[in-house]
């Protein structure tokens, strides 16, 4: 069965700093891979994905992310952070075995300290 | 607008009374899915559906019933609510099957407290 693991429950950046919010996954064959936001008191909303097109995949509100095979890595950035990307963001897998369902991760939270 | 509704958005109720959170979608998806998200553990997948008539269990089914009817609507059924049930759920769908990739539209949630 495919993973996801999100390294740090907690992130806290300055604004204007670098984000990275890191995702590792596992799975055994070629995998599709999402990054989702919740914002607080709202469902998910996707930022990105990745389906074997290009590795480094541009989202929503300034964020990329880049597919690296070797690493079995899909980690999320965005050069400089703004006060309103504070949030919940999840890393996700489909797994393909069932259906491409999701498999999520635990989970990061955001924090842009002004 | 293109949505996923959920209803209702909070609920408190006693271990023992049955209950029912409806979801609807407004995008002839063929895919809907169930998650409960708890802190700690991301979503958890409860139950899914293919298509109308077509359900299969999640990760953590156990508690839970669903039923597809209408292909717009999936509701999640609580027959005997416990307080390991209170927790924060999802509804979505997507468009597409089995193989689909697409991105999955998510529900406001609906945060259900068992006393």
């Known amino acids: 069965a495919q993973s996801v693991t999100q390294l740090g429950s907690h992130v806290s950046v300055s604004e204007g700093a670098l984000v990275l919010l890191r995702c590792n996954y596992s799975s055994s064959v070629p995998p599709y891979l999402f990054w989702y936001v919740q914002y607080p008191n709202q469902g998910l909303q996707l930022l990105l994905k990745y389906t074997s097109a290009a590795t480094l995949v541009k989202g929503i509100n300034g964020f990329e992310a880049e597919f690296k095979k070797s690493e079995t890595s899909f980690h999320l950035t965005k050069p400089s952070a703004h006060m309103s990307d504070a949030a919940e963001y999840f890393c996700?897998?489909?797994?393909?075995?069932?259906?491409?369902?999701?498999?999520f991760g635990a989970g990061t939270i955001l924090r842009v300290k002004s | 607008e293109a949505q996923v509704t959920q209803n209702p958005r909070y609920l408190i109720t006693v271990t023992g009374k049955k209950l029912t959170v409806t979801c609807s979608q407004n995008m002839n998806h063929e895919y809907m899915s169930w998650y409960r998200q708890d802190p700690g553990l991301g979503l958890r997948q409860i139950y899914y559906?293919?298509?109308?008539?077509?359900?299969d269990k999640g990760d953590v089914p156990e508690g839970y019933k669903v039923s597809r009817k209408e292909k717009r609507n999936f509701p999640l059924i609580l027959e005997s609510p416990s307080p390991n049930q209170t927790s924060l759920y999802f509804c979505?769908?997507?468009?597409?099957?089995?193989?689909?990739?697409?991105?999955?539209?998510f529900g406001p949630g609906t945060r259900l407290t068992v006393l």
């Open positions: 979505a769908s997507r468009p597409g099957g089995w193989g689909s990739y697409n991105e999955q539209f």
């Open positions: 559906s293919m298509n109308v008539e077509v359900t």
């Open positions: 996700a897998v489909s797994d393909r075995e069932y259906g491409n369902k999701l498999v």
